[in-house]
């Protein structure tokens, strides 16, 4: 059995400018809305299913392409210069540690769009992989109710100080904190045991400084794992996925989906 997937059916996409910048951004679906922020290397076949599950279970999914080919397979050869790009470019501040990175600033004001045109109390956000963190940050803004963190990678863990970072500026962080405990903010956060790029310490801050709030979801990748997964297993909700109840992918993703809905309905 291998990961769900999906191509661009039925997904209408216009350009959204905000803060400066001006993406694509692939919209679908009817209910609460849902901005879906790709993974590396972009709107790849398994994001494209993630967004359909959300679809299918009640959402209105707003993709936004910051970078890649909508529909194009993750693992091809043109994958290696967009990776290359992100780690370079201004708005993602691949490295930078205490960093407000200008693509929040989009996210915000994409997510406020979102929820001027859905019903339900605000809006959700889920980041994954080099843009998990971008979920939290975007949670600045007010009408953002559910910032969802898989496998937040930035800054890139290459130092102690950068894999202590919780992947927004200290500003941003104490804002969420103030929504937290005045108004019951909740986010989640979710990694693999022992996937290099999602270092431990990021999440121990995130949960040192949000308490309750942040709940956490890890899946055993150590040696000797249950379910098989490999010491490099990274990406929860789309290509470790195994439509098979009981399969810690596929039940986090579950979880996912009752986590917007308890937020936003």
Known sequence: MTAPEADLSGWTAEPFSAAGFTYDVYRKGQGPGVVLIPEMPGLHPGVLALGNHLVDNGFTVAAPSLFGTPGAAAMRPGMVPVLLRGCVAREFAAFATNADRPVAHYLRALARDLNEKTPG???????????????????????????????????????????????????????????????????????????????????????????????????????????????????????????????????????????LTERLT
């Open 121 to 259: 109390k605000g809006v959700g956000v889920i980041g994954q992989c080099f843009t998990g963190g971008f979920a939290l940050a975007a949670a600045v803004e007010a009408s953002v109710l559910a910032p969802v963190l898989s496998q937040p990678s930035l800054p890139l863990p290459l130092t102690p100080k950068q894999r202590r970072d919780p992947g927004l500026s200290e500003a941003e962080l104490r804002i969420v904190e103030q929504r937290a405990a005045a108004e019951g903010l909740c986010a989640m956060g979710l990694r693999f045991s022992e996937d290099p790029l999602v270092p431990a310490e990021r999440f121990k801050t995130l949960k040192a400084r949000l308490g309750d709030a942040f709940e956490v979801i890890e899946i055993d990748s150590g040696k000797g794992n249950q379910h098989g997964f490999s010491k490099t297993a990274h990406s929860v909700l789309t290509d470790q996925v195994r439509e098979v109840d009981g399969h810690p992918a596929y039940e986090a993703r579950k979880r996912v989906v009752e986590f």
